[in-house]
């Protein structure tokens, strides 16, 4: 989840504010700012009769400062309490285009989203949704819109279906705010693309070299310190790399070798630690007043992007196709050439479902033919000392 702290909403607060993180104010109830990956935003959070209501004020910058901003949100506080509903009023968003309403969407859908899916939507929206459809009134969408957008991204099949996937979770927010009329979702059936899934894993001799690359440039600081030590918990354990990243030590339990995570992508999760992923952890040194295991460059905040670091180092290692999640597929790949079974991977992965766990079905296949040829040197050999 995005990290939420509590103080005085300030000039000084509001810059010093980390990508994916919430100040609430401390003397307006309900008053705060946001920031996810672009500049921070204003809101103010109320029950209206009886509903939780987010009211986008503004995004930081002329007009809205924290002063201007708290002075709109004592406003909006006033007109609830003389009974009026400031949320349904047509001064907040009326007859809006889709990238008007999608200011206001990402605060209050926003808030409820995991960071990897929040960084996700952030970027899709801006890369590719609101250049194409932002211009459009909401009221005004339809089905040939969708239609487009989805077709001009047809040559990249997850992100033209994971894109109408947030225009539909859009145009089902609008018609819950009375920007459309209800069951009017114009995705409502767009065919999805076929997707290819890929899957990468890593050989004996690519660990190897990724593990000497590690070396090198831990040994000549290259890179950072907590950047390094990230990409081999990864190796290590199999998280996800967003656990990873927002790791804090209070999470950590080296007495009993776990990682007890409160809030993963499938909820309250276990990681067990082996010894190489808890001698990672016991080398990292604790940082004063940041809580987080992987340290970022923002004072009290966690590293933010691991994607750079990845891309030189596996440049080095002659890795150049290899992702970060698929050293996720590795450590599965390598769970399984130890004669792991489907449900103890899936543990190991910390899968719900074991539908999920069934993609490295294919791996069985590896131990088994290792066994196989086991038994039959075995008997070879058995045969030819009989001989």
């Not at 009023?89 to 989203?113: C, D, K, S, W, Y």
Request: a positive charge; aromatic letters at 6%; hydrophobic letters at 40%.
């Amino acid at each position: 989840m995005a990290d939420i702290i509590s103080g005085r909403v300030n000039k000084t607060a509001v810059d010093r504010l980390a990508p994916n993180q919430t100040l609430r104010d401390t003397e307006l109830r309900g008053f705060g700012v946001r920031r996810q990956l672009g500049p921070p935003v204003y809101f103010l959070r109320k029950k209206i009769r009886g509903r939780d209501r987010w009211m986008v004020i503004g995004q930081h910058g002329a007009p809205w400062t924290p002063e201007t901003a708290r002075r709109e949100a004592q406003r909006l506080v006033g007109m609830i309490a003389t009974g009026q509903d400031p949320s349904a009023n047509t001064r907040v968003l009326e007859n809006p285009t889709v990238a008007q309403a999608v200011e206001q969407f990402m605060v209050e859908h926003g808030a409820m989203l995991k960071p990897t899916s929040l960084e996700k939507y952030e970027i899709l929206l801006r890369l590719h949704i609101l250049p194409f459809i932002g211009h459009i009134r909401v009221n005004e969408f339809k089905r040939a819109d969708v239609q487009k957008l989805h077709a001009s991204l047809s040559k990249k099949a997850s992100t033209a279906n994971y894109c109408v996937a947030i225009v539909s979770k859009l145009m089902s927010w609008c018609e819950e705010r009375g920007f459309r009329p209800e069951q009017s979702n114009p995705c409502f059936r767009i065919k999805k693309y076929r997707e290819t899934k890929r899957q990468r894993y890593l050989s004996r001799d690519e660990l190897a070299r990724l593990g000497e690359v590690l070396d090198q440039v831990a040994a000549q600081s290259e890179e950072s310190l907590f950047a390094t030590a990230a990409i081999r918990l990864l190796l290590f354990t199999g998280a996800r790399v967003n656990e990873i990243l927002t790791l804090r030590w209070s999470y950590v339990d080296l007495e009993r070798m776990l990682l007890l995570l409160p809030d993963s992508k499938t909820g309250q999760k276990q990681i067990i630690l082996n010894e190489p992923a808890a001698d990672v952890l016991r080398c990292l040194p604790l940082i004063a007043g940041n809580p987080h295991v992987i340290v970022g460059r923002r004072e009290g905040a966690h590293l933010i992007n691991l994607q750079k670091p990845w891309r030189r180092i596996r440049a080095q290692a002659g890795l150049g196709d290899v992702r970060m999640h698929d050293i996720r597929h590795s450590f599965a790949s390598v769970a399984a050439a130890q004669r792991g079974s489907l449900p103890m991977i899936g543990r190991l992965l910390g899968h719900n479902h074991t539908q999920t766990t069934a993609r490295y079905a294919h791996l069985a296949d590896d131990p088994l033919r290792q066994l196989n040829q086991e038994v039959g040197d075995t008997i070879a050999r058995s045969m030819k000392r009989n001989s």
